[in-house]
């Protein structure tokens, strides 16, 4: 019976016990955190097995992928790059408005985000490239140059609408780059260049933007609902940059550092960061318990962008703890999985992989206790989700199987100096 358990759930054990942490934290957590859902679909228990039935999915997909050998990820890199950038124009042009943002393509059945899918076949390009051109002493100058032509045009088609991601996948793209021996003057002059378009970009959303910051929920909700009417007799210009009110508002509320006191503070214009900020605050150390939490009926997105402050306020300071070593365990996990792999390709690809999900819970943790602005950025494979979670786990399925290729390479090159030991001592 183990035999069997073990050949289903192949590779390495640690992403596994990493993977089932994650879920299982998952589930009780958008159990607790889904009351606005049950309270508007009138049912106590579909969201959570909706949500449940999702991540069995996710686990079916992820032993799928890890069956994937590796070097089959190669001949996947043409088509995944085909499909994001097809998939990116499309939902530029008619994908379905959420949150004041067309994410998302509508197919009957189901949506998807085109951007989950963009950011692994990016990763899968990009660890081709270096890979491919990598030398002695460091990756190749060109390999720059061809890293830039893929990642720009998509970090571009996703920053339209939504900005997030796009600063998530170039700092991921950053971060292989360095491991991958990038020329340092290159990354340099890119730091540079970045830093600029950076101050250009700010520059241009506190011009064209409006302030919203001062207008309650219920206004900026009638607010993208009048945007939507009127974004049809847009120009291209207009229409292209609807989104620099919301990056404005944002700014200006993150950069406002006065001091408010309680009595004087207005829940219904900070609604998301109030409720967040009280949730961590009343957590303790050992948090409410599970079920427990009081600001989940307050949070918005409590089952999305901002689950990491419910798990503070029921599970307290260790159980936040906890779920940051899990990240972490994961990010060194990859790393020693790469260090063991004899070909390039698949250590930078799970290096990618296990960057993509530490950096994306880096950011949406720092938004929960109030360190950047909001982002939007779910927890990767915690938040609720339906690609996302689905993909997430396609992603931890590629790790297992670059972990399976590793192990088969470990234990190969123990055969062999068995092997020759026994020959040096017959002679």
């Known amino acids: 019976m183990n035999k069997r358990i073990s050949n289903i759930f192949k590779g390495d054990k640690v992403i596994w016990m990493v ?22 679909s009138n049912n106590f228990i579909m969201p959570i097995i909706k949500h449940s039935g999702t991540i069995i999915f996710g686990v079916v997909v992820a032993i799928i992928t890890l069956n994937i050998p590796c070097r089959y990820f190669k001949l996947l890199t043409p088509m995944a790059l085909a499909i994001s950038f097809i998939t990116l124009l499309w939902v530029l042009v008619a994908g379905q408005n959420i949150n004041g943002a067309q994410r998302v393509i509508e197919i009957p059945g189901f949506t998807f985000q085109p951007s989950e899918i963009a950011k692994g076949s990016l990763i899968l390009a990009v660890a081709q490239i270096l890979s491919a051109m990598q030398h002695e002493h460091g990756a190749d100058r060109n390999a720059f140059k061809y890293i830039m032509f893929l990642t720009l045009p998509m970090a571009f088609l996703i920053m339209v609408e939504n900005l997030s991601t796009a600063l998530l996948l170039c700092s991921v793209i950053f971060l292989m780059m360095f491991i991958g021996r990038v020329p340092y003057r290159q990354l340099g002059w890119l730091m540079a260049i970045a830093g600029a378009l950076v101050v250009l970009a700010l520059s241009f959303i506190m ?50 550092k006065e001091e408010i ?16 900020n009280i ?17 989940r009926d307050f949070l918005a997105q409590a089952f999305s962008d901002f689950i990491y402050a419910i798990v503070i306020e029921e599970m307290g300071i260790l159980g936040a703890a906890f779920v940051v070593l899990l990240y972490v365990i994961l990010m060194f996990r990859a ?12 250590a930078f690809l799970i290096m990618g992989l296990a960057l993509l999900f530490v ?28 690609t996302s979670t689905i993909i997430n786990c396609a992603y931890i399925g590629a790790m297992l199987s670059v972990s399976r290729s590793a192990k088969l390479r470990m234990k190969n090159s123990d055969t062999t100096s068995d092997t020759s030991d026994i020959k040096e001592s017959e002679i």
């Open 279 to 295: 949730a961590i605050v009343s957590s303790n150390i050992i948090g409410k318990g599970p079920g427990n939490s009081v600001e």
């Open 335 to 346: 790393a020693r999985i790469a260090s063991r792999c004899e070909n390039n390709f698949p």
């Open 261 to 276: 006191a309680p009595e004087d503070y207005d829940l219904d214009k900070d609604a998301q960061v109030a409720h967040a």
């Open 19 to 40: 993977f089932f942490f994650l879920c299982m934290i998952s589930i009780v957590e958008v159990f607790s955190a889904s009351s606005n859902l049950t309270y508007k």
């Open 207 to 256: 011009l064209v933007g409006s302030n919203n910051a001062d207008v309650t929920t219920k206004e900026a909700t009638e607010q993208i609902a009048q945007k939507e009417e009127t974004k049809k007799k847009e120009g291209a210009i207009e229409s292209l940059f609807h989104r620099a009110d919301t990056w404005k508002g944002r700014i200006l509320k993150f950069s406002n």
């Open 359 to 386: 950096v994306q819970a880096s950011f949406n943790m720092m938004v929960a206790v109030g360190i950047v602005p909001v982002t939007g950025q779910p927890l990767p494979l915690i938040s609720k989700g339906g």
